[in-house]
């Protein structure tokens, strides 16, 4: 934190992502119209979303997915939009590739398996516990269980990986990577000397809000493409827990 600058935790609303209905267009010049279903991340710079009636800007938000529930659509802007951007945008993944996805039953994770298949690369997840059948339903061709079986082990044999453990994990992560690939990470700093010597590309990024992107994983969601995991639902009056 910088010297001198704080931050009031009582003047901060918090929460990453939402669905709702538009109720105000304020002097916003737009396609939508109150009354619109849609769904959004929030950029940085302003209040999150936990809140009754959070204030967005125009192309920060799309139309909700019409073929799921509104409080399913609030779980994908988030992951969808960071798998979308890790995958394609730095990792510069292809069809007919392999990916290694970290965690590939976490929110973000199952978010990439299903992308990286509709976009035909072959997806390696690692998961644990019940998260094995849910990579495996998501449409990841293998499932390493890291309680089983170390990654590390097998060497060089992804194209792109993506980490979103971090720790050790991240570090074990490097040598997964084959020779020209990339390796990015949302959970934790990247070691540019440590990719230069194995021949890698090493990254991470913060998040963009992406309303046309929004609309278009919209469409791959009422396609039958992509579908949120969503393992339980809490009232806004609950939402710190």
Do not use: C
């Amino acid at each position: 934190m910088r010297e001198g600058f704080t931050v009031s935790s009582e003047a901060l609303t918090p929460g990453w992502d939402f669905a709702g209905t538009v109720v105000d267009l304020g002097t916003a010049r737009t396609s939508l119209a109150v009354g619109d279903l849609v769904h959004g991340r929030p950029a940085l710079t302003r209040d999150g979303s936990y809140a009754q009636y959070p204030a967005v800007d125009a192309d920060e938000i799309a139309k909700a997915p019409r073929s799921i529930p509104l409080e399913h659509a609030a779980g994908l802007p988030l992951v969808t939009l960071t798998a979308w951007k890790a995958l394609f945008d730095s990792g510069h993944l292809g069809a007919g590739q392999t990916v290694l996805i970290q965690a590939g039953a976490g929110g973000v994770g199952s978010a990439a398996v299903r992308l990286v298949k509709h976009f035909g690369a072959r997806v390696v997840a690692t998961a644990s516990g019940d998260g094995i059948e849910i990579a495996k339903s998501l449409g990841a061709d293998e499932v390493i269980d890291h309680k089983q079986e170390d990654f590390a082990m097998r060497g060089s044999f992804a194209d792109v990986v993506l980490d979103t453990v971090g720790g050790d994990t991240l570090e074990r992560s490097y040598g997964a990577v084959v020779p020209g690939g990339s390796l990015i990470t949302i959970a934790g700093a990247p070691d540019a000397a440590k990719a230069d010597e194995l021949g890698i590309r090493v990254s991470t990024f913060v998040l963009d809000s992406n309303g046309p992107r929004l609309a278009e994983i919209a469409r791959l969601v009422d396609e039958g493409t992509v579908r949120p995991v969503v393992t339980k639902a809490l009232n806004l009056d609950d939402v710190a827990e």
